[in-house]
């Protein structure tokens, strides 16, 4: 197997592992910033509220709110972490730190919110009790919903520009983005809850009936269960390894198709190291007749070609190897 491209591509310095250092960019900062400065004022009222009252809804959603201020810090910390550049011990980069610390968020939400919010509602179903002020809670709730919406609202102008032409369900699939889309998960569960909060305290003031208080804490669990299953499940595909798009990988096709020099693609190996550092490894076979330094032209173009049409594939290794032999090492024929 002959790897001409790296030789090509290390004189332009894009091997080095200093030079490749990912910044996160502003809007997605900035999604995650005014999800904390509107989850943290939502915890503290809610929390006198539940104090005051004496309703467990409340108290989950005070848990809740908190439990998401959290997870915007770790969201933020996993940000900065993995925007640090590639070194010795991680020549790939740190990118897919964000990952690990958005599966800590789902398992956060499971564990602590939706835990306390079952607990919470199991305990007043065994010992009920009347609720006072009632209207404090209302107050609270209209207040958390104008803060939540307003974050929800940051997060999801920043998912409709990156989700371009794609609908929204297969955008949210297809995301490699868990700063945002977390973001926007968790501001629609906490909107869904403060619905379940008003639902349950609205029905026990009209039947005088704490039940309902209690009924809505526990649906409020299951809605942040739901949420952090999803959550996960979207997370640990990008922790193993996702590829690029197929829009993507199509478009790469398509630009090494159009090289005369190339007789067919063998392989086109992508993976997201961050949501834009995508690594990609091509094997390339080659028309017999054309020199080496025809191969080594043909790379370099490809490469600049690649990278000026999708800035977010950070690192290309290219294979020059007959497609036979390709074929018989796939199928690990020696």
């Not at 790379?299 to 999708?310: D, G």
């Given at each position: ?111 602590i919110?939706?835990?306390v ?10 010992d009920?009790?009347?609720?006072s ?15 939540e919406?307003?974050?929800w ?8 520009k990156?989700k ?44 005088g ?7 809505a ?22 922790l ?32 997201h190291l ?24 043909t ?12 800035p977010?594939?950070?690192?290309i ?18």
């Open positions: 197997m002959q790897t001409i491209g790296q030789l090509v591509l290390r004189n332009k310095g894009l091997f080095f592992p200093d030079s490749i250092q990912l910044k996160p960019k502003t809007g997605r900062i900035w999604v995650v910033l005014a999800a904390i400065i509107a989850n943290a004022l939502i915890a503290v009222t809610k929390a006198v509220a539940s104090a005051v009252t004496g309703s467990a809804a409340m108290l989950s959603e005070a848990v809740h709110s908190i439990v998401d201020t959290s997870n915007q810090i770790l969201v933020l910390w996993g940000l900065k972490r993995s925007s640090r550049p590639a070194d010795d011990k991680h020549p790939f980069g740190y990118g897919m730190e964000l990952y690990f610390w958005t599966f800590v968020v789902a398992i956060l939400i499971f564990a919110g939706a835990g919010s079952l607990y919470a509602g199991i305990s007043k179903i065994r009920p009790h009347e609720l002020d009632l209207h404090i809670n209302y107050f609270v709730l209209g207040f958390a919903l104008i803060f919406a307003s974050a609202t940051v997060a999801f102008r920043e998912f409709r990156k371009g032409n794609m609908g929204y369900f297969k955008a949210f699939k297809s995301s490699k983005d868990p700063a945002v889309f977390t973001v926007l998960f968790e501001d629609s569960a906490a909107i869904l809850g403060l619905a379940a909060a008003f639902i349950g305290l609205l029905l026990t003031q009209l039947t009936n704490p039940i309902y208080d209690a009924a804490s526990i649906a409020i669990a299951i809605i942040l269960g739901c949420a952090a299953a999803l959550l996960a499940f979207e997370t640990k595909g990008l193993i390894g996702e590829s690029a798009s197929s829009e993507v990988i199509a478009g790469i096709r398509k630009l090494v198709l159009r090289e005369s020099n190339i007789l067919t693609i063998n392989e086109i190996l992508t993976m961050g949501p834009e550092d995508i690594l990609l490894n091509i094997s390339i076979d080659f028309h017999d007749t054309i020199s080496a330094g025809a191969v080594e032209r790379i370099s173009r490809l490469e600049n070609q690649i990278k000026e049409e999708y977010e594939v950070a690192r290794f290219i294979e020059a190897q007959n497609w036979r032999a390709h074929e018989e090492s796939a199928n690990g024929i020696e």
